[in-house]
């Protein structure tokens, strides 16, 4: 398994945190494990086009998933969508899919931003390890956590 692919696995486990909600903590471990991947000289880092590409991709997904759940839990749409999905997608469930996709939504685009911004700073010829290694990833880090307490602070009164 590549390094990159078990970044990307762990952005997948805040979906489930509507279920278990502490499960997030887990992707956290694995982020700070896989540090190797935000290394510019590795050839499997998120700094590459080939990963941009994959997470554009999944953030494609994410996003046309997004939308129709937040279509059927409309009060007004959610009848279409029913009818649509064949009486898969009801409004509560809808609802429930909606408020579980935001958060790995929130992190594939931050972690797009930031290996863009990464891409960029490495054309622009930067080669200050420090700024790849530690300074990148901690400010994504911190994004994610600020999208996750914002993401649960709906929940928790």
């Known amino acids: 398994m590549r390094r990159s692919d078990l970044l990307s696995f762990s952005a997948f486990l805040p979906f489930f945190s509507f279920i278990f909600q502490p499960i997030w903590v887990f ?3 694995i982020m700070v494990t896989s540090i190797k991947t935000f290394d510019p000289t590795f050839k499997d880092s998120i700094y590459t086009p080939h ?10 997904v994410l ?4 939308g129709i759940t937040g279509f059927g839990a409309g009060p007004t749409t959610s009848n279409f969508i029913t009818e649509i999905t064949l009486g898969l997608l ?4 809808s609802l429930e899919l909606h408020l579980a996709l935001i958060t790995p939504l929130a992190l594939f685009f931050v972690l797009h931003t930031v ?3 990464g891409s960029m700073l490495i054309s622009k010829g930067i080669k200050n390890q420090i700024v790849y290694k530690y300074v990148i990833p901690v400010t994504w880090l911190a994004m994610y956590l600020v999208a996750i307490y914002l993401d649960l602070s709906y929940f928790i009164p």
């Open 27 to 29: 992707g956290i471990p």
């Open 51 to 60: 990963f941009r590409k994959k997470t554009s991709l999944v953030l494609l």
């Open 63 to 66: 996003s046309i998933l997004e």
């Open 90 to 93: 009801n409004r509560g469930l």
């Open 115 to 117: 290996s863009g911004f």
